[in-house]
């Protein structure tokens, strides 16, 4: 079940299995006009509540950059950024420059680190793959980091909400 703005949702509709005649589906109207339409019973456990208030989520973030990415991942950054959570920037093994800039930008934060390793990664290569693995495998042994959710990011990827 995924909560989100107090709302569940219910079912996940695979756009390659509904005809292209369906009007449900392709009509503009808004998103709980859909087969998936959003729950608004959702009840609370006042418990859980209480207990998300005093011990807040805490996501580690793995951010994995190449090129000249800087002003895009400063960017995403103060987007995302927040003090209880962790980043782990990768910079690829081919982006000396950046990979400068990214040790003197993580200088600046407690809850900020750059992978002491660098990998030649390609978009949707073995390599990319390895690379987020060895990355949780890094933030496991990161006693000190106690973090509840991981999330991959690169660059290129910004919050709309």
Same mark, same amino acid.
Request: charge should be positive.
């Given at each position: ?8 949702? @219910? ?6 299995? @509904? ?7 392709? /009509?503009?109207?808004?998103? *709980? ?15 859980? @509540? ?14 994995? @950059?190449?090129?000249?990415? /800087? ?7 103060? +987007? ?45 290569? +073995?390599?990319?793959?390895?690379? $987020? ?18 999330? *991959?990011?690169?660059?290129?990827? $910004?919050?709309?909400?």
């Amino acid at each position: 079940m995924i909560i989100t703005n107090s709302t569940t949702f @219910v079912q996940h509709i695979d756009p390659y299995k @509904v005809p292209l005649s369906s009007p449900s589906l392709w /009509s503009p109207r808004p998103l *709980n006009a859909l087969l998936g339409k959003a729950n608004k019973n959702v009840q609370w456990d006042e418990d859980s @509540v209480e207990y998300m208030l005093a011990n807040p989520v805490r996501i580690a973030f793995v951010l994995v @950059v190449h090129g000249r990415a /800087s002003r895009q991942l400063q960017r995403m950054f103060k +987007a995302i950024y927040h003090k209880d959570h962790f980043y782990y920037i990768h910079v690829d093994k081919r982006s000396d420059y950046l990979h400068r800039q990214v040790l003197q930008f993580a200088r600046q934060y407690s809850n900020v680190r750059v992978t002491p390793w660098r990998m030649a990664t390609i978009w949707g290569g +073995a390599s990319l793959l390895s690379t $987020y693995l060895q990355s949780m495998r890094d933030l496991l042994e990161m006693t000190d980091w106690p973090w509840d959710f991981f999330i *991959n990011l690169s660059a290129a990827d $910004y919050p709309i909400r």
